[in-house]
């Protein structure tokens, strides 16, 4: 849990930015959350297991977020961690 929400596009946005790119973003009415949802909004929060434990997120908030978003691109932009990456393959 991050204790800040962020949407979709908004995350596709800023991945794009990371990654100096642009994006179209498209949707569709058929994946669109229902507006009769009992979910309206998806937001976790931390505090509790921060309070319980000795734990606290090395990134936080929304600049914590774009942080993990450039590692996460400078890992798959490196030749030799990609060959590590099977993108076909479906592992838990």
Request: aromatic letters at 8%.
């Amino acid at each position: 849990s991050s204790n800040f929400e962020i949407s979709i596009e908004s995350t596709a946005k800023m991945i794009a930015d990371v990654m100096n790119s642009s994006v179209i973003i498209e949707s569709e009415d058929l994946r669109t959350r229902p507006k009769t949802s009992e979910v309206d909004r998806l937001c976790g929060d931390n505090t509790l297991l921060a309070s319980l434990t000795d734990w606290h997120p090395e990134y936080s908030g929304l600049s914590g977020f774009r942080e993990g978003l450039v590692l996460t691109s400078k890992w798959f932009s490196s030749p030799n961690n990609l060959a590590l990456y099977h993108s076909t393959d479906y592992v838990i």
